[in-house]
């Protein structure tokens, strides 16, 4: 398997546009996961799915931040409108469920907005 | 809640030193701990993992010991490389529940 694939690696976009990220987790895992990674704040979980279905949302941090997960090969964590704030390194995990925590991390989407 | 805390870095060692990076964590149950590491430019891999009291972690040559007295995961190499350089995040989980807790991560620089 390819491990869990991430897409853009790099997005460069100006204050206020709207922002998609890709992921695809491995096949078969039952989880999926939103992280963000900054300086400040290290390493946040923003959200995760069990079975395409979203578990916890807390660390979403405003509704400007939204996460679909519409099968179990993909999901898009989107901000709109974006803000220079916003500005960090987002990862995408999978894990296989039942029993098995091991979870895989994708290479990051590096975002900046100006 | 449930919370890891991590050494703060960053820890700069020579290579072929020994290696200590401190974690303990804070849990209401009996978590599984593990150590991620994340080389530059890439996302975090699993090192190493302990599920119960008084396992020990290993792989590549680091190691770490589950220890429930003193709510500690450190983890240790006896003689660190300029590969190893990186960042090691210390973790937590419930085994049926997959949300890891993870601390703010320890940056090792080791020079030649």
């Known amino acids: 398997d390819a491990g869990v694939i991430q897409s853009p690696r790099h997005e460069v976009t100006e204050m206020g546009q709207e922002v998609t990220l890709r992921c695809k987790p491995i096949s078969g895992h039952d989880y999926l996961f939103w992280y963000r990674q900054t300086m400040m704040r290290g390493l946040e979980l923003l959200i995760y799915?069990?079975?395409?279905?979203?578990?916890?949302d807390s660390g979403m941090p405003e509704d400007r931040f939204s996460a679909k997960m519409p099968n179990a090969s993909f999901s898009t964590l989107k901000i709109q409108p974006s803000e220079p704030r916003d500005s960090a390194v987002y990862f995408c995990?999978?894990?296989?469920?039942?029993?098995?925590?091991?979870?895989?991390f994708g290479q990051g989407t590096r975002l900046t907005v100006v | 809640g449930d919370s890891v805390t991590q050494m703060e870095g960053p820890v700069t060692l020579s290579e072929e030193a020994f290696l200590t990076i401190n974690c303990t964590y804070t849990a209401t149950g009996y978590p599984s701990l593990f150590w991620y590491v994340q080389y530059p430019g890439e996302g975090l891999q699993l090192l190493l993992k302990?599920?119960?009291?008084?396992d020990k972690g290993s792989n590549k040559g680091f190691e770490a010991t589950y220890r429930k007295e003193t709510t500690s995961f450190h983890l240790e190499k006896g003689s660190v490389q300029v590969s190893d350089s990186a960042v090691y995040f210390c973790?937590?989980?419930?085994?049926?529940?997959?949300?890891?807790?993870f601390g703010t991560g320890t940056r090792l620089l080791v020079s030649p």
């Open positions: 995990a999978s894990s296989l469920g039942s029993g098995n925590t091991e979870a895989f």
């Open positions: 973790a937590l989980a419930y085994t049926g529940f997959q949300k890891l807790v």
């Open positions: 799915f069990n079975n395409n279905v979203p578990i916890d």
């Open positions: 302990a599920t119960k009291a008084d």
